[in-house]
């Protein structure tokens, strides 16, 4: 229970540091947020926790993949927040992922990737 707890601690300390940077920095906050925090610290937590190498393997390959739709929101999102304010660009930026992941997945069943 103990090791649980430390991992919440640990994963969400991470988020309000980033989150704290963020307020007085934008780029740095930027560098922080950008860099795959979450995703280390699951790999980490997956090898300590003696998961099978494949399922970390998997891991990782899944993410990149995940990674790629939601980046056209870091793009739309700075354009659409002046002019529909922050809720509904919001809003917009995660219909866009969506659409994204789903024309992706598309994609690359023509490789035989298959994300869902």
Same mark, same amino acid.
């Given at each position: ?25 934008? !780029? %740095? *906050?930027?560098? @922080? +947020?950008? /860099? ?6 699951? $790999?980490?937590? &997956? ?35 002046? !002019? %529909? *304010?922050?809720? @509904? +660009?919001? /809003? ?6 969506? $659409?994204?992941? &789903? ?14």
């Amino acid at each position: 229970m103990a090791y649980l707890i430390s991992k919440y601690l640990i994963t969400a300390g991470l988020v309000v540091l980033v989150s704290e940077l963020a307020k007085r920095s934008d !780029r %740095l *906050g930027g560098l @922080l +947020a950008a /860099l795959p925090l979450v995703t280390v610290l699951t $790999l980490i937590w &997956l090898y300590v926790e003696q998961q099978p190498l494949s399922k970390i393997e998997n891991h990782a390959w899944y993410t990149f993949w995940y990674v790629l739709p939601t980046l056209p929101m870091f793009l739309v999102f700075p354009f659409l927040l002046p !002019r %529909l *304010g922050f809720w @509904l +660009a919001l /809003l917009a930026c995660c219909a866009i992922t969506a $659409l994204c992941f &789903l024309a992706l997945a598309w994609a690359l069943r023509l490789w035989g990737v298959h994300l869902y």
